[in-house]
């Protein structure tokens, strides 16, 4: 059973950055495609951005040009830089890893979740 741990959650501004971190107990990238989900308050889960297994990056709309995933092979770390941060930016953000990714129309995608995190908080205040 792979396990992820995340760090790098907080409190911040509007305007500012945070650095999410993701580690699997496992050396997986070569077999998994790493993923950042989120869910704020009374709303469903939702796809942040993937990295996939050829190193491909895919955003959801709502984060494009301010956020950025990127993989560190021999740190065995995935990250998500959040910058430009919103109050509806607000949630806990879950790190994922899938063996499949679906490939939607209009370059949106959705990972077939395998292993989760357990889920770090930002909250980003106005």
């Known amino acids: 059973q792979v396990q992820l741990v995340e760090y790098g959650g907080g409190l911040v501004q509007a305007g500012g950055s945070l650095r999410l971190s993701c580690v699997p107990s496992?050396?997986?990238?070569?077999?998994?495609?790493m993923g950042w989900y989120r869910q704020a308050p009374g709303k469903q889960r939702e796809m942040v951005a993937v990295?996939?297994?050829?190193?491909?990056?895919f955003y959801a709309e709502s984060v494009k040009g301010r956020f950025t995933i990127s993989r560190d092979d021999a740190k065995n770390t995935v990250y998500l830089r959040l910058n430009s941060l919103k109050p509806e930016d607000t949630a806990v953000y879950y790190c994922?890893?899938?063996?499949?990714?679906?490939?939607?129309?209009?370059?949106?995608?959705?990972?077939?979740?395998?292993?989760w995190g357990q889920g770090t908080q930002v909250t980003v205040s106005s």
């Open positions: 994922a890893a899938g063996r499949a990714v679906r490939y939607y129309a209009a370059g949106h995608v959705d990972l077939l979740v395998d292993y």
């Open positions: 496992e050396s997986i990238f070569s077999v998994m495609n």
């Open positions: 990295y996939n297994a050829g190193g491909n990056e």
